[in-house]
């Protein structure tokens, strides 16, 4: 419809015939002030039967504006109708007279147009009239009517003053007695100078009574275009109380704006001091040399601001920051300061040597520290040997350490009655050990067991052993309650066990579990009373029982090949035993519960079944030389094989027992003549890059099986295999894993000989004689440890073997032991134990600068050094470092509550029955979670830790580790403070306690603050929001809120109330502290306004703003504001909206002339292809700053150029053309924002015409401002 009344219009107009027009616009001078409407209205004279018109009415918009209202045009009395479109500074005006128009000099008005004043500097602007492009109207008839002449018109606006008028403090606190500085500004807001302003300054007290000394008058002020007039002036409150401080402004000329500004100030008296005083320091009292430690207190302030904070502290300890600082207090009692500090300095920093300083507004307060400990990471490291002394002497070596601070050095001699020598030193040490799984509770039990039955065999024993016994009871009544239907790792219903408990049931558990049970079952077993009246028969597993018939039973169903005849089991997890040596330990399981347990017929036959077909199947697979299996297995297979034959064969329809008995001596013949020189037997390697716990089982099994043919213990071969052991074990235990440990003690109960050596013995220590000692039946053990004079000389000498570092300053020195006897009766055995500790960092270069050796190992005299046993021999040079690739995460850790810790590690080599300790220091450990294993439950125990007898660690334990397995470990912790935690692992093969793998991790622990936010109005008054948010935390309908509990950090802080800007900012959490934030919410964020407030504290001086001129083709648009910002050192927070297409370029903040950064919440600005419009939304530019005094802060923002819709910063036809590819649809939108939509602004469309105005501004035919 629109387009058809234009095109009747147009059609009247080229229609017409020529007559005679004037026109003008009425009145020709006009004034108006800024805001105020004037009406201008064009009329024609001298014209006959005018049928229509198009005009451009035009104007300078920096003067005056169209009225927004839909009245801005109304049509004259003659007019039927009219048509207007609209822009900046130009109006089109076109209408029709259907009975046409005719008057001489009278005239008749055609239409009138409302306009309104926009500047107040009394400039003027010409309102035009322009024949639009036809250059003629059109009458009735048709006739040309030319225009002869035009009289424009004028309108002048009003000279006014705006100003605004401020008084700023730095908060609105002051001290009653002290100086208080505030800043009067008065800005003007206009782009031309002021009249002469009289400016009035003062302060009175809360009855309104003006304060003496605190009133200024600053007459015939004359402010420049944009600029301000600003005084800091001080005065001083003599009393405590409330004060309001004032600025008025008055001039002869009218003035509007902001001419009277108070504010209200509270004076009291300061008090600082220390809350609780007691500074609080590292979490256990010490700090690792050349690590970070923290200290701090609480400080009780009266009124924000910042404090003086001194640290006094010993050269050697360095202060992060200076040990002279300024920090920010709230009106608060629970400021928290603390500082960072670090030395290299081992020893005690005494209570008071660390002290602290505050001081502020004349007072101070003084506060000592609390004793902190810094000491050095060490380990402890020991070398062991022993030799046997007869008739000829007896020679060993051993070494020691030479460091810049080892310490703690002891050397021990034992002198031992007899071959079993050291075996009799530390077997109490197997009755502790960790359990978990079914093999590793086994192992453990059988452990207990068998060291308890070698000291019953025997009359030395060590002093403690009523202890140890019942230690070791209780130790096997603890696993026998696990292992009995209903415990944690129990029996199943099927009669089978599984490793961790529970279905299905698989052939290794059941023969640990069963082998010790029917063991403990023995008649000879002084503990066989443990399982009275909890041996059950039948078909079912009784609760609290276990069912002997029923794992018989289990067997007989699960074979690994049940239709052959020849019958396995397979034994697939923990050692991994071939399918002979696990068939032949069912064997003896069979015999055992066929000496203690009355079978009924029918599991009678599944026994009988059962080892007819193990006895068929090792008479079928028997090796022509005697052996089975193949591989370096062969030989503990071969010796269960001969032990199982030995104890249960059973014959059949064919097997006879001639071939039992042929088998079983070529089995024993093999096994003799297969012996090592050194008297063990072979075995693989499948445990990795240690095997001495495999060598331990395949030897001891041997013994044991030749033994069981009736082979005694003086028999050569019986010998060497005890003599091996015996010369393998290692002070605290150490035949390899468990399970081969428990082999070794049975093996030497059942075959070591017991005979007392009587005799004297001299030994000496590189030359120097150490002492004459005498053993014999009464006293068959003699222990000496050196005197101090006899460490000296033996540290003092020595034979060099290592230089670890190759600087001589950490070195290894060899010694030589030399025992020697006359008339002994029979072998004496002479071991030496040496031990001392020494800092990580002097041992192991590779370590040196590792986070491991900062945060493990503990001072001798406190708590005990690390308790790992390092063989001095190897050190460094153990080349096992990098056999685990590990990695320890957590989710967010917070002081006080549970974190996930994840563990993974990777293994380059098989590893059997790996642990994994890890010290509990710095968090706590619910023994009651679980620990997950790759998604299942795993084993884990709390003991006492390596590192120290009066500290606890966690125990993972795990099966074995196949190599280039991850293995995923999952728990749960409770860090205990907030700060950095360091976690300690420490990874070591059950069998092999001297290969320690160190890892260490450092967490962040984040601690929880309070934030209290207040919301207050632009005259300080509180307001209830809407909605106050910080970060996910919401209220509602509140004017002051505390947020608890929030976890540190920063946080977005929402402030939203109806009627009032969206407050958008940050806030901080501190830990165990409140922060106070005040929100005020401003009328609109137009102008810079301090919306956010740390302390409650700071103001806005005054603002000085320089307006964008018009949108213009010529220049692109630019604004700046200049801000005077008054702070006491708490963070202020500076908001300002303004127009998505300042964004062309980046805004520039500058501080006190420096630039700084700020943050940007963008606004919206979407194109609509589809209607050729666009939408848009403010942005808000926030600046945030901790001012103290007065400070200026300068925002400049560069938008782009009217016109401009391919960004180049010139108006050709390129942007013509890009305003028509948006509007046919080939592009959806602008790189720059609004700045190419000319014509029709109001509206925010774009079509043709803004594509003919570029075109026109191009070629010259408008100016700069499309006119």
Request: proline residues 4%; contains cysteine; hydrophobic residues 35%.
């Amino acid at each position: 419809m629109r387009h058809m009344v234009w095109s009747i219009l147009l059609f009247t107009l080229l229609c017409g015939v020529c007559s005679a027009a004037t026109l003008s616009v009425a009145p020709a001078e006009s004034t108006c002030a800024s805001g105020e409407t004037v009406d201008l209205t064009v009329w024609v004279k001298d014209v006959s039967n005018l049928g229509g018109f198009d005009f451009d009415v035009t104007w300078d918009p920096r003067v005056v504006r169209l009225d927004a209202t839909d009245s801005n045009v109304t049509r004259g009395p003659y007019v039927d109708s009219i048509m207007m479109k609209s822009q900046s500074g130009r109006l089109r005006v076109a209408g029709v007279s259907a009975y046409g128009i005719t008057t001489g000099t009278d005239g008749a008005d055609l239409f009138t147009v409302r306009f309104v004043g926009v500047d107040d500097t009394g400039a003027s602007t010409p309102v035009g009239l322009i024949v639009n492009n036809y250059g003629f109207l059109n009458s009735t008839s048709g006739e040309v009517i030319p225009v002869s002449a035009i009289t424009n018109a004028t309108i002048t606006t009003e000279k006014s003053n705006t100003i605004d008028a401020r008084v700023a403090v730095p908060s609105n606190q002051v001290i009653s007695g002290q100086e208080s500085r505030f800043t009067a500004s008065v800005v003007n807001r206009r782009g031309a100078v002021t009249s002469p302003l009289n400016i009035n300054v003062s302060v009175v007290d809360g009855n309104g009574i003006p304060v003496d000394g605190a009133f200024w008058n600053y007459p015939n002020e004359v402010i420049p275009a944009w600029g301000r007039f600003q005084r800091e002036l001080a005065w001083t409150p003599a009393t405590a109380g409330t004060y309001t401080v004032r600025v008025n402004v008055t001039s002869d000329d009218h003035v509007t704006g902001t001419t009277n500004y108070t504010t209200g100030l509270t004076a009291k008296e300061y008090t600082l001091e220390f809350t609780d005083n007691y500074v609080y320091g590292p979490w256990d009292g010490r700090a690792t040399a050349g690590s970070r430690f923290s200290m701090g207190a609480y400080v009780k302030a009266s009124q924000p601001g910042n404090i003086w904070f001194n640290i006094t502290a010993p050269d050697h300890v360095e202060v992060d920051g200076g040990k002279t600082q300024t920090r920010y207090t709230y009106s608060s009692d629970w400021n928290y300061i603390g500082v960072w500090m670090r030395s290299n300095t081992p020893g005690r920093i005494a209570a008071g040597d660390i002290k602290f300083d505050i001081a502020a507004n004349g007072k101070a307060d003084s506060l000592n520290g609390t004793e902190v400990f810094i000491w050095i990471p060490s380990i402890k490291v020991s070398s062991v040997n022993s030799t046997s002394v007869t008739g000829t002497p007896g020679e060993l070596t051993f070494n020691t350490l030479h460091t810049n601070n080892t310490y703690d050095n002891v050397t021990k001699l034992v002198i031992q009655s007899g071959a079993r020598g050291r075996t009799l030193s530390g077997l109490d040490y197997l009755v502790g050990y960790p359990y978990g799984c079914v093999e590793q509770t086994t192992s453990r039990m059988l452990a207990s067991l068998n060291v308890k039955n070698y000291y019953l065999e025997r009359g030395e024993r060590p002093a403690d052993w009523d202890n140890l016994r019942e230690t070791a009871n209780t130790s096997i009544s603890g696993g026998v309650q696990k292992l009995i239907r209903g415990g944690e790792v129990g029996q199943n219903s099927d009669g089978g066990w599984s490793l961790w408990g529970g279905d299905p049931s698989e052939s290794s558990s059941s023969s640990y579990a069963s082998y010790t049970l029917a063991r403990i079952n023995m008649p000879a077993e002084d503990l066989n009373r443990l399982l009275d009246g909890k041996v059950s028969n039948g078909s079912t597993v009784t609760s609290g029982t276990v069912n002997f018939e029923k794992l018989i039973q289990w067997f007989h169903d699960n074979p690994d090949n049940p239709g052959t005849g020849t019958w396995t089991w397979s034994a697939h997890v923990c050692h991994s035993w071939t399918p002979e040596s696990n068939t032949a330990f069912v064997m003896l399981i069979h015999d055992m519960i066929n000496q203690t347990v009355e079978l009924d017929a029918e599991h009678r036959g599944y026994m009988e079944d059962n080892m007819r077909n193990a006895t068929r199947y090792f008479i079928d697979t028997q090796k022509p030389e005697g052996s089975w299996s193949t591989g370096d297995d062969q030989a503990m297979a071969t010796a269960l094989a001969l032990w199982g034959l030995e104890s249960f064969a059973l014959s059949s329809d064919d097997v006879t027992d001639q071939q039992i008995a042929d088998a079983k001596a070529a089995a024993a013949e093999w096994l003799i003549e297969n012996q090592n020189a050194d008297g063990s037997w072979p075995v693989s390697g499948y445990y990795g890059w240690y095997d001495n716990g495999r060598m331990t089982e395949s030897t001891g099994y041997a013994v044991l099986a030749l033994n069981a043919t009736g082979l005694q213990e003086d028999n050569a071969t019986i010998s060497g295999g005890v003599n091996w052991l015996i010369e393998q074990y290692e002070n605290g235990g150490g035949w390899g894993y468990t399970w081969a440990t428990q082999v070794a003690v049975d093996a030497l109960i059942q075959c070591q000989p017991n005979v007392v050596t009587t005799g004297t013995v001299d030994v000496a220590i590189d030359g120097e004689l150490i002492g004459t000692f005498n053993v014999d039946a009464t006293n068959p053990r003699v222990t000496h440890t050196l005197t101090s004079d006899q460490m000296d000389v033996l540290m003092a000498g020595g034979t060099l073997k290592h230089d670890i570092f190759g600087d001589g300053f950490s070195t290894v020195r060899s010694h030589e032991l030399t025992a020697t006897t006359a008339g002994a009766s029979g072998p004496i055995l002479v071991s030496v134990d040496h031990s001392q500790y020494a800092p990580i960092n002097e041992i192991d270069n590779t370590m040196q600068w590792n986070p491991v050796i900062q945060s493990f190992g503990y001072e001798e005299e406190e708590a005990g050094p690390l308790q790992v046993s390092t063989d001095i021999e190897t050190l460094s040079d153990v080349g096992e470092e990098t056999h685990y690739t590990v990695s320890l995460t957590s989710t967010p850790m917070v002081a006080g509550e549970t974190a996930d810790m994840t563990l993974k590690v990777v293994s380059d080599a098989n590893v059997f029955s790996p642990m994994i300790e890890i010290p509990i220091a710095g968090f706590s450990f619910d023994n009651d979670s679980t620990i997950y294993e790759n998604g299942n439950p795993g084993a884990f125990e709390v003991l006492n830790s390596t590192t120290s007898s009066d500290r606890l660690a966690l125990f993972i334990e795990s099966v074995g580790w196949e190599q280039g397995m991850e293995m995923t470990y999952e728990f749960t912790i409770t860090p205990e403070d907030h700060g950095a935690l360091d976690l300690d692992l420490r990874i070591r093969p059950l069998y092999d306690d001297t290969d320690v793998y160190l890892v260490n991790e450092t967490f962040q622990v984040l601690g929880r603050g309070n934030v209290t936010v207040n919301v207050v109005g632009e005259d300080g008054a509180p307001v209830t929001a809407d909605s106050i948010a910080l970060g996910a935390d919401r209220v509602t309908n509140s004017a002051s809120h505390t947020f608890t509990g929030i976890l540190e950090g920063t946080y977005p802080l929402v402030v939203n109330e109806t009627d009032y800007p969206s407050i958008h900012t940050t806030a901080r959490v501190t830990p165990d502290a409140t922060a106070l934030y005040n929100i005020t919410l401003p009328s609109s964020l137009i102008d810079p306004t301090l919306v956010f407030s740390e302390g409650g504290a700071g103001s806005i001086a005054g603002v000085a703003w320089v307006e964008p001129e018009p949108l213009n083709a010529a220049r692109s648009e630019n604004t700046t504001y200049n801000v005077t910002v008054l702070g006491n050192g708490g963070e202020l927070g500076i908001a300002l909206e303004f127009p998505m297409r300042y964004l062309m370029n980046e805004p520039v903040v500058k501080v006190n002339g420096v630039v700084t950064d700020y943050e940007l919440i963008n606004g919206t600005f979407e194109y609509d292809p589809t209607m050729r419009t666009y939408s848009t939304t403010n942005a808000t530019l926030v600046i945030y700053n901790a001012p103290v005094g007065s400070n200026t802060v300068e925002i400049e923002f560069e938008g782009g150029v009217l016109g401009d819709a391919y960004p180049d910063g010139t108006i050709d036809p390129t942007d013509a053309l890009m305003i028509l590819h948006f509007y046919v649809g080939n592009i959806d939108g602008f790189e720059n924002f609004d700045y190419p939509f000319v014509f029709n602004r109001e509206e925010q469309k774009i079509d043709p015409v803004d594509a003919l105005m570029v075109l026109h501004r191009y070629v010259g035919n408008v100016n700069e401002y499309y006119q």
